[in-house]
């Protein structure tokens, strides 16, 4: 499995941005899919999951009402729509597949229950 995240850039505060993790292998639609992210100086920290059919997905109080987190089955896609980005967004964001499979959203949100990584898009948000 691969995973390859990308839309990430530099973005005034208050502003929205994109994210999409690209994922290649089969089965994808039995993974919970999830985002983290890494600010520097600090700890990889999770932000958002889906399960595996999309019914339930999961947010960190940090970004909960205004990061949302949708996949697309058919494309090995998932995707993460920030909106109202603060400065303190500023981070890598990293797309991760889960260890088990037809997990919920809310049993995957540390990186323990996650086996594969993508390699980190850097989102930039300016004051």
């Known amino acids: 499995v691969q995973l390859q995240a990308s839309g990430g850039g530099l973005v005034q505060a208050g502003g929205s941005l994109s994210l999409s993790c690209a994922a290649s292998?089969?089965?994808?639609?039995?993974?919970?899919m999830g985002w983290f992210r890494q600010a520097p100086g600090k700890e990889r920290e999770f932000v958002a999951a889906?399960?595996?059919?999309?019914?339930?997905?999961y947010y960190a109080d940090s970004v909960k009402g205004r990061f949302t987190i949708s996949r697309d089955n058919a494309k090995n896609m998932v995707y993460l729509q920030m909106n109202s980005l603060k400065p303190e967004d500023t981070a890598v964001y990293y797309c991760?597949?889960?260890?088990?499979?037809?997990?919920?959203?809310?049993?995957?949100?540390?990186?323990?229950?996650?086996?594969?990584w993508g390699q980190g898009t850097l989102v930039t948000v300016s004051s």
């Open positions: 292998g089969r089965a994808f639609s039995v993974y919970v």
């Open positions: 991760a597949k889960s260890r088990g499979t037809y997990q919920s959203a809310s049993y995957c949100t540390t990186e323990g229950k996650y086996d594969y």
């Open positions: 889906i399960s595996w059919s999309g019914g339930s997905v």
